[in-house]
């Protein structure tokens, strides 16, 4: 941090505003606003823009946050330019009345963007949550990829998960202010699942966890759209009428792109359950009672190995390899034939099962927020020492 934010933050609470907007950064970021408010160094505080709303809304109430700001942006079918002009136009206003030390972003979404991008504008320094995922694919996932190399560039701090998201900074020349914290998804899956879980979705509470075999599929990435949509759907359909052993539970996102795609193949199959967006208490504590993980979320990819859950991941790339590399998780792309040789060996080959059914935690230890939390006090001069860097276990 530059020595003017120190000299000029001295002898007072520091201001840190987190703005998030979906439900994935929310629910990274939860963790971390709750350890900012509970440290009187801090001065904590929260503007969401709601590129989500419902979703969005979901998870505020399950981590007890209440926004002090709600640019309440989100439109159906919205387009990416209408959420970065709104959250700019928002921001703009939000960040002039604060004025906070520090801005956190999460991610790599539209609003993590333009939350950066706004912060920048007002030479407010940035912090990246979740900094340096790579695939080297600049429409892959799209706009994501983009998103996050931008904040890059216009973060001050960057908090990496793991080593090699630190690696993939260096190689891009951002050296300064660079910490490996672990993520903070693991932080908040540690207070999510419990033993005797009841679900607010009543449908979960009547499956047979002990005699299914429950496939936890989600699928909403923009560049799943269209094609490669429809050949996961596709294989999903058959893979439900091929084994009656199986309960496909299938959170649907609420884009209505997605939303219909899903319910034009998969309606009206015994075995597959088309539901609502979880939340995020009841997504984590399915995933624990799940036999196999479908997925295109990133989120999901950090979670199930931290379950012991193996992950057929629907893209044909990831940013985040540690899991890939560790074992129990699997790129299966979006070709119908080969998802369904993929999900079916896992069903069928008990030894192919197990080669992937072991908890690893790669992302995290479940302290990233208290890591997150000292290196920003180091950097405005308020502690003598970084915090120790996130360790794998091998
Ligand atoms: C966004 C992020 C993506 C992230 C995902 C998490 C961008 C460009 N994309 O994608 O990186 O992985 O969130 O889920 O930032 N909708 C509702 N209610 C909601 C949420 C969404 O109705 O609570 C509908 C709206 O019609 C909205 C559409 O879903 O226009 C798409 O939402 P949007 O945020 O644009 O894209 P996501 O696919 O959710
Ligand atoms: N999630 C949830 N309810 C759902 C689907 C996902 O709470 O119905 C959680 C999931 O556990 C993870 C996060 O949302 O913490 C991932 O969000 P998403 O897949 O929408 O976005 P991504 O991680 O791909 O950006």
């Known amino acids: 941090m530059d020595p003017q934010?120190?000299?000029?933050?001295?002898?007072?609470?520091?201001?840190?505003?987190?703005i998030f907007g979906t439900r994935p950064e929310a629910i990274k970021m939860a963790p971390l606003v709750k350890q900012l408010e509970s440290d009187p160094r801090f001065e904590a505080s929260c503007c969401v823009t709601a590129q989500h709303r419902q979703m969005l809304d979901g998870v505020l109430e399950i981590f007890h946050l209440k926004p002090q700001f709600d640019l309440d942006i989100m439109e159906q079918r919205q387009t990416l330019s209408t959420i970065t002009s709104k959250c700019l136009l928002g921001l703009e206003r939000v960040l002039a009345q604060v004025r906070p030390d520090l801005v956190l972003v999460h991610g790599d979404t539209s609003t993590t963007f333009a939350g950066a991008l706004a912060a920048f504008y007002q030479k407010i320094a940035v912090g990246h949550v979740e900094a340096g995922l790579r695939t080297h694919d600049r429409y892959s996932p799209f706009p994501e990829e983009m998103n996050r190399s931008l904040v890059g560039?216009?973060?001050?701090?960057?908090?990496?998960?793991?080593?090699?998201?630190?690696?993939?900074?260096s190689a891009e020349g951002i050296t300064q202010g660079v910490y490996i914290t672990g993520n903070t998804v693991i932080d908040a899956l540690r207070t999510t699942v419990v033993e005797d879980y009841s679900f607010a979705t009543d449908a979960l509470n009547h499956i047979d966890?002990?005699?299914?075999?429950?496939?936890?599929v989600t699928c909403h990435r923009r560049e799943n759209y269209g094609a490669p949509m429809e050949q996961i759907m596709s294989a999903l359909r058959t893979l439900a009428l091929r084994h009656p052993e199986i309960e496909v539970i299938y959170p649907?996102?609420?884009?209505?792109?997605?939303?219909?795609?899903a319910h034009r193949h998969l309606d009206g199959l015994a075995n597959v359950h088309l539901v609502s967006p979880l939340m995020a208490d009841e997504m984590h504590n399915l995933m624990a009672r799940s036999y196999l993980v479908m997925t295109d979320s990133g989120?999901?990819?950090?979670?199930?190995?931290?379950?012991?859950?193996?992950?057929l991941v629907l893209r044909q790339e990831t940013e985040r390899p540690e899991a890939v590399e560790a074992g129990t998780v699997r790129i299966a792309g979006v070709q119908t034939e080969t998802i369904l040789a993929m999900a079916e060996q896992l069903l069928t080959s008990p030894e192919s099962y197990r080669e992937m059914a072991h908890a690893v935690n790669p992302y995290g230890d479940g302290q990233a927020c208290r890591r997150i939390a000292q290196a920003i006090l180091y950097e405005f001069g308020r502690m003598d020492c970084p915090p120790e860097p996130f360790q794998a276990e091998n």
């Open 299 to 311: 989120g999901l990819q950090e979670e199930a190995p931290a379950l012991g859950k193996p992950v």
């Open 209 to 216: 966890y002990a005699q299914k075999k429950v496939v936890l």
């Open 153 to 169: 560039r216009l973060a001050d701090l960057h908090f990496c998960p793991t080593g090699s998201n630190q690696a993939n900074l």
């Open 5 to 18: 934010s120190v000299e000029r933050t001295a002898g007072r609470a520091l201001k840190v505003m987190a």
């Open 252 to 261: 649907v996102h609420l884009s209505p792109v997605v939303q219909e795609v």
